[in-house]
């Protein structure tokens, strides 16, 4: 069974830190993809990564994935209060991606405090 | 702009009523999904359909049933709601069959099973 394992669980930081989040697994993904969720809203797509060791920055966001498309990290700088929510990677499983399905990790909460 | 909708964002039910949670999206897309989503366990996929009539299980099936007879509309059915049933559970639609894309998520419904 494919299982994409995120790190850390939860995070609480002050507003201005930076922090890591990790999304792994013991198998390869032909692509990986980032939700943010927001309290009360469903999961909305931050970004894709498609090629091993492709990074990608939307803002304060970077995302890398890795070389042996195994895993992938999301790195905030200077987090502000509105970064918090639920961070959720996802990928498609290799030998039964008919109709779109992809497998999610189990998700980062964040905490930006003021 | 794209549009998941979902039925109720609040739910009450008692245990051993037949429970409907209704999924409209108005963009054409073949593939539609239901999951519930738990604390500690990320987005797990009951079942998936990508195409009208057309339904496959995901990784937890069991107590629920779907049915998409037309193509904007995905409805997930529990038969005999649980207490175990009591969960936040999210709707998403993405373009094509085979085609790794976003998954575009509904705002979810918090069902309550007394």
């Known amino acids: 069974t494919q299982l994409l394992e995120q790190s850390p669980q939860f995070l609480s930081i002050q507003e201005g830190e930076n922090l890591t989040v990790y999304c792994n697994s013991s198998s390869v993904f032909s692509s990986l993809q980032w939700y943010r969720q927001e309290p009360g809203e469903g999961p909305v797509l931050l970004v894709t990564?498609?090629?091993?060791?492709e990074v990608k920055k939307l803002k304060r966001l970077t995302f890398q994935f890795g070389d042996a498309r195994k895993d992938s990290s999301l790195h905030i700088t200077a987090a502000q209060t509105g970064d918090t929510g639920l961070y959720l990677c996802a990928g498609p499983p290799i030998l039964d991606n008919q109709g779109g399905k992809l497998i999610f990790g189990q998700g980062t909460e964040l905490s930006v405090k003021p | 702009d794209v549009k998941v909708t979902q039925s109720s964002r609040y739910l009450v039910k008692r245990t051993g009523e037949k429970v409907f949670l209704e999924c409209v999206q108005d963009m054409d897309h073949e593939n539609m999904f239901w999951y519930r989503q738990d604390p500690g366990l990320g987005l797990r996929l009951i079942y998936f359909?990508?195409?009208?009539?057309?339904?496959e299980k995901g990784d937890i099936p069991e107590g629920y049933s779907v049915s998409r007879e037309k193509k904007e509309r995905f409805s997930l059915i529990l038969e005999s709601a649980s207490t175990n049933q009591t969960s936040m559970y999210l709707c998403?639609?993405?373009?094509?069959?085979?085609?790794?894309?976003?998954?575009?998520f509904g705002p979810g419904t918090r069902l309550t099973v007394l």
């Open positions: 359909s990508y195409d009208v009539k057309m339904k």
């Open positions: 998403a639609s993405s373009p094509q069959r085979e085609i790794i894309d976003t998954q575009y």
């Open positions: 990564v498609v090629t091993g060791g």
